[in-house]
């Protein structure tokens, strides 16, 4: 199994910081990383599809990079709406995998 | 719009099955596989397995392997997922997903389906 390993597991930042959260894999997932953002009590939303494909509707604050076994997600500018949990996610191969989360709160 | 409405929340017993249900609308049902995911009480997500739609074929997390099945009716864009032998720590949230055909991706969730194991 791959695993996923993001830093840093949880955040405090400010509206209009612009942060990063990396997402290290085990091996190799290629182009195959997936980042969402999960609110308490709600669903997971995808951000971002192959490492850097923002998903329609995301706004373009919302950022991938890497390659291979090392990822980006960064937030350039926080907005109130995007205090939540973030998570990596491989589907390079079965069974896919999550990163633990990283969760990010109001300094 | 695309729609995954799940079954309502389970109370079970130890050694119990379940079985949710995931009803898909606003697009061609068998056009996008449909992954489960769950996800125990402030923990993180795990992925349990997925289900091709179109010709029912499976895959499973090997852990889950013995006590889990998926299954689907065309005839009501439906997508099943029953687990047994039920342990307290199953309990969790239960979301199913549907699969972008992008390189994997969860491009839609399910609201989610509180199962709670206890005695």
């Known amino acids: 199994d791959i695993h996923l390993t993001q830093s840093p597991s949880s955040l405090s930042a400010s509206v209009g910081d612009r942060i990063t959260i990396t997402c290290r894999a085990s091996?190799?997932?290629?182009?195959?990383l997936n980042w969402y953002q999960q609110k308490p009590g709600k669903a997971p939303q995808l951000l971002i599809y192959s490492t850097s494909t923002l998903q329609s509707g995301v706004p373009s604050r919302f950022s991938g990079s890497g390659s291979g076994t090392d990822f980006t997600l960064t937030i350039s500018s926080l907005q109130p709406e995007d205090f939540a949990t973030y998570y990596c996610q491989q589907t390079y191969s079965i069974p896919y995998t999550f990163g633990q989360g990283t969760k990010l709160d109001i300094k | 719009q695309v729609q995954l409405l799940q079954s309502g929340a389970e109370v079970k017993k130890p050694g119990a099955s379940v079985k949710i249900s995931c009803r898909a609308s606003?697009?061609?049902?068998?056009?996008?596989?449909i992954h489960w995911v769950r996800q125990a009480p402030g923990q993180g997500l795990e992925w349990m397995g997925i289900v091709n739609p179109s010709g029912g074929t499976t895959t499973y997390a090997q852990r889950l392997q013995g006590r889990v099945s998926m299954t689907r009716d065309t005839s009501t864009s439906t997508v099943y997922m029953e687990l047994s032998s039920l342990r307290s720590d199953d309990t969790a949230v239960y979301y199913c997903?549907?699969?972008?055909?992008?390189?994997?991706?969860?491009?839609?969730w399910g609201q989610g389906t509180l199962v709670t194991v206890s005695s």
């Open positions: 997903a549907r699969d972008l055909n992008r390189f994997g991706c969860f491009g839609n």
């Open positions: 606003g697009y061609t049902f068998t056009s996008n596989y």
């Open positions: 091996q190799s997932t290629s182009s195959y």
